[in-house]
């Protein structure tokens, strides 16, 4: 039973696909280690992941409840006459944690920095701090960089770390793309006034330079300290939904536990945004600064607010720089042109909705690629119009698209797309040669028995008539000759009785050869019948 299987058409055509296969995964492996081609495809993959990222972000609208308070090119130029060239006096930060305050604000989040006392502005510095001090929901930043080694570092407060429970093999701690050498340090008095810090250094894909990522923890001096998009969402998360936990966990599959939120990450410890579509009314999400900044004065002075009473009620305020000229504009998969508070805001909404897209391993997209490339064998193998397993393979792979794309926006499951389909095609072509290259084989095969003599191996009689009638016909037309030479074994048919058969067969086949040796391989040697061969001389 196995020597059938052995020799059935399903198992070569099997083992032919396998080959294939390996080959092809030998190929790769190679040109990735002599041109790394891997970069190359991954740029590709890249590229058809913003594709797909864009048109899932369609479908989803962010959380109406986190806003932006917009440092825009209007607020610049609108608060000039009032506050001066940017950057502008503290006073005008701590004037708006005033009127959000008041407004019921559950929670204001700096998407700046505080680096350094202004010059004749310190009372304005120390007067920030002390608001900040009041109130255990303002949130500010800082940021890690990396100096030379002879630098004296900083100490940060023991206070601003995480207290994180690392099962996975993540390293924060030594990782390139999560530890720094050297903190870039805030103001003293904001330092001491609260533990509300967070840091806002940005993950950006080495490819393209695009933020595609959030980190969440960030290693230095042997501790962790946390994204400030984790930690104001982290504390949101206490606050409304009555949980009450100390640390935070990731678990030996890659996963951070927030709460009750289980959150994939990749290789690197950062979270894979998933992104939103704007809201149709733009003035319910950014809130232009000096607006706000306007109806704090307006309230001071016992006038209406600009801004509607109670529309800051209980929602996250996020105060950052949109500006183009301020230089925060990131690029994105949904956008070249991004301001980075809103990929700030973004995370956040992703952890509260429990929602980041999780890629699949290297060992799920190469089993996807083996089964289509499984598919696309079958194909070609079976079906016998090459228009007809074109259109199939091209079916598959546009389902497959589908597919990802389906995954992407409805499970936020990322699978590959590229080297999938390139896969695909490789196989297509591999698998279309061996088709046809066995098809000739088997052509040549049938061709031969149909014009060749079995016994002794020369043309058989009607190939003969064939190529006698080919050239009478050129020596009718060139006027040239050809001669033919009739040979008949003498006395075969006593041999043949004598010593029997086999005897008889071997005679027929010495004969054969030995006429063949004789002649020019222009010439054509057949058996014409019996113990009887012909011989034609070009």
């Given at each position: ?92 930060y701590t004037q708006t944690i005033k009127y959000l305050e008041r407004e019921k604000a559950d929670s204001i989040v700096f998407d700046l920095m505080f680096v350094g006392y202004q010059k004749g502005f310190e009372d304005k510095d120390i007067e920030l701090a002390e608001t900040i001090a009041k109130y255990d929901n303002v949130y500010v930043s800082m940021n890690f960089d990396d100096r030379p080694a002879n630098a004296q570092i900083p100490e940060i407060p023991q206070k601003l770390t995480a207290n994180v429970e690392n099962q996975s093999k993540i390293d ?11 903190p870039r340090m805030i103001l003293d008095k904001v330092l001491e006034s609260t533990d509300q810090i967070g840091f806002i250094n940005l993950r950006r894909d080495a490819i393209d330079y695009t933020s595609r990522r959030s980190p969440t923890f960030f290693g230095f001096n042997g501790n962790y300290y946390p994204y400030l998009a ?309």
């Amino acid at each position: 039973m196995f020597k059938k299987f052995w020799k059935s058409i399903l198992f070569r055509q099997v083992s032919y696909f396998l080959l294939t296969a390996l080959a092809i995964l030998f190929l790769g492996a190679t040109g990735q280690k002599i041109f790394n081609f891997g970069q190359l495809l991954e740029a590709y993959e890249l590229k058809s992941y913003d594709i797909r990222a864009k048109v899932a972000a369609e479908n989803e609208v962010s959380n109406p409840d986190i806003v932006i308070l917009s440092i825009d090119d209007d607020s610049i130029d609108i608060l000039q006459d009032e506050l001066g060239r940017w950057p502008w006096s503290r006073d005008a930060y701590t004037q708006t944690i005033k009127y959000l305050e008041r407004e019921k604000a559950d929670s204001i989040v700096f998407d700046l920095m505080f680096v350094g006392y202004q010059k004749g502005f310190e009372d304005k510095d120390i007067e920030l701090a002390e608001t900040i001090a009041k109130y255990d929901n303002v949130y500010v930043s800082m940021n890690f960089d990396d100096r030379p080694a002879n630098a004296q570092i900083p100490e940060i407060p023991q206070k601003l770390t995480a207290n994180v429970e690392n099962q996975s093999k993540i390293d924060f701690l030594n990782s390139p793309y999560t530890s720094y050498t050297y903190p870039r340090m805030i103001l003293d008095k904001v330092l001491e006034s609260t533990d509300q810090i967070g840091f806002i250094n940005l993950r950006r894909d080495a490819i393209d330079y695009t933020s595609r990522r959030s980190p969440t923890f960030f290693g230095f001096n042997g501790n962790y300290y946390p994204y400030l998009a984790i930690k104001a969402a982290s504390d949101y998360i206490k606050r409304h939904e009555n949980l009450d936990f100390d640390k935070y966990i990731i678990t030996p599959n890659n996963e951070l536990i927030i709460g009750n939120r289980k959150l994939p990450l990749d290789e690197n410890g950062s979270l894979i945004i998933s992104w939103y579509n704007s809201p149709k009314d733009e003035n319910k999400k950014y809130i232009p600064f000096w607006r706000v900044y306007q109806s704090a004065l307006n309230v001071q002075k016992g006038e209406p607010p600009l801004i509607p009473e109670g529309f800051f009620r209980d929602k996250v305020v996020y105060v950052g720089v949109t500006a183009a000229s301020m230089y925060d504009i990131k690029s994105t998969p949904i956008s070249s042109v991004y301001p980075g508070v809103e990929i700030q805001t973004t995370v956040v909404n992703n952890i509260l909705d429990n929602r980041v897209i999780k890629r699949v391993d290297r060992w799920t997209d190469l089993s996807f690629a083996l089964i289509l490339g499984f598919l696309v064998a079958l194909t070609v193998i079976k079906i016998r119009e090459p228009v007809i397993s074109s259109l199939i393979c091209v079916s598959i792979a546009l389902i497959y698209i589908f597919l990802a794309t389906y995954l992407l926006d409805y499970h936020y499951l990322w699978i590959g797309i590229i080297g999938q389909i390139m896969f695909m095609i490789a196989t297509f072509t591999v698998m279309f040669i061996i088709k046809y290259v066995l098809k000739a084989k088997d052509f040549e095969y049938t061709y031969k028995l149909a014009t060749t003599d079995g016994l002794t191996g020369l043309y058989n009689h009607r190939f003969f008539q064939e190529k006698l009638k080919e050239n009478m016909a050129k020596a009718n037309r060139n006027r040239s000759q050809f001669s033919i030479v009739l040979i008949d074994i003498d006395f075969f048919k006593k041999f043949n009785d004598t010593y029997g058969h086999q005897a008889g067969d071997e005679v027929l086949r010495q004969t054969a050869q030995t006429l063949k040796k004789a002649v020019k391989p222009t010439d054509l040697v057949a058996r014409y019948g019996g113990e009887e061969m012909v011989i034609l001389l070009d």
